[in-house]
């Protein structure tokens, strides 16, 4: 089974930065896809970025300029560097990883969540 770990999440004020991070763990033989989403109160989960093995990127209009998606090969581990933040980006934000494992078993799996607040 893969393993995702969230960190980095807390409550910043408007304007301000955050960089969210997603260790992968787990006999991974290769990652498909990468993503980030979140949830506010009383609304649907919702894609926010996405990064795919090949290298290429895609954001939600809401977040486009101000939101990177990248990634550390090596250490397998996700990070969504935010800045410019916005009250309305206050959700709970989760990482999604889907690939294959090591014994050839596909896997989509996702972190526990961490909660981003962003509010004066």
């Known amino acids: 089974q893969v393993q995702l770990v969230e960190s980095g999440g807390g409550l910043v004020q408007p304007g301000g930065s955050l960089r969210l991070s997603c260790a992968a763990s787990g006999s991974i033989r290769r990652i498909n896809s990468m993503a980030w989403y979140r949830q506010a109160p009383g609304k649907q989960r919702e894609l926010v970025a996405t990064?795919?093995?090949?290298?290429?990127?895609d954001y939600a209009d809401s977040v486009k300029g101000r939101f990177t998606i990248s990634t550390d090969n090596a250490s397998n581990t996700l990070y969504l560097q935010m800045n410019n933040l916005k009250a309305e980006d206050t959700a709970v934000y989760y990482c999604?990883?889907?690939?294959?494992?090591?014994?050839?078993?596909?896997?989509?799996?996702w972190g526990q969540g961490t909660q981003v607040t962003v509010s004066s």
């Open positions: 990064l795919l093995s090949g290298g290429s990127t």
């Open positions: 999604n990883v889907q690939g294959r494992q090591s014994f050839g078993r596909t896997f989509n799996s």
